[in-house]
């Protein structure tokens, strides 16, 4: 995990937009209850759940987030999307702001996950914060790179 880490800060700048790198050795999911399945139809399973994070390193903090997910009758095919309000602080700087996620993965193709900012959604002194979140899993291990910028009121 530490090489995901220096990567990250190995491409990281501070520009006039304040476009910054953030990363994480330590994410932490406090709670993974089992999905609550509400469709069994043929073809597809679907299955709503909650997940409580922790996060460590330049983001401090924790989450909360709601998931739905559908897993289809071919072995390794799914996808989700979910939602994540992450509370804490990021280098310092203590607020709150919505993740968007949604992922799809298949053995006949390329995984995909994209994780966002909602637009607006940050408070405190990270109002105006946009970004995209990487997350890798390794070893059964997640962690995160964090590609950010704070608007003027940060």
Same mark, same amino acid.
């Given at each position: ?25 330590h994410l ?41 997910g559908a897993?289809?009758? &071919? ?5 989700? !999307?979910?939602? @994540?309000?992450? /509370? #804490? %602080? =990021?280098? $310092? ?16 193709? &390329? ?5 966002? !900012?909602?637009? @607006?959604?940050? /408070? #405190? %002194? =990270?109002? $105006? ?26």
């Amino acid at each position: 995990m530490a090489e995901a880490c220096a990567f990250a800060y190995r491409g990281a700048r501070r520009d006039a937009e304040r476009h910054e790198h953030a990363c994480d050795r330590h994410l932490r999911r406090q709670s993974d209850p089992a999905p609550d399945t509400y469709d069994t139809a043929d073809g597809a399973t679907l299955g709503r759940t909650t997940i409580t994070k922790r996060f460590k390193g330049d983001l401090e903090g924790t989450s909360a987030v709601e998931m739905l997910g559908a897993m289809s009758d &071919v072995q390794g095919s799914a996808g989700y !999307v979910a939602m @994540d309000r992450v /509370t #804490g %602080a =990021l280098r $310092g700087r203590s607020g709150s702001f919505v993740l968007q996620h949604s992922g799809i993965t298949s053995l006949r193709g &390329v995984p995909t996950l994209t994780v966002s !900012v909602v637009p @607006d959604s940050g /408070t #405190g %002194a =990270l109002k $105006g914060i946009a970004s995209t979140m990487t997350i890798r899993i390794a070893d059964g291990k997640h962690s995160y790179v964090f590609d950010y910028t704070l608007g003027d009121g940060a």
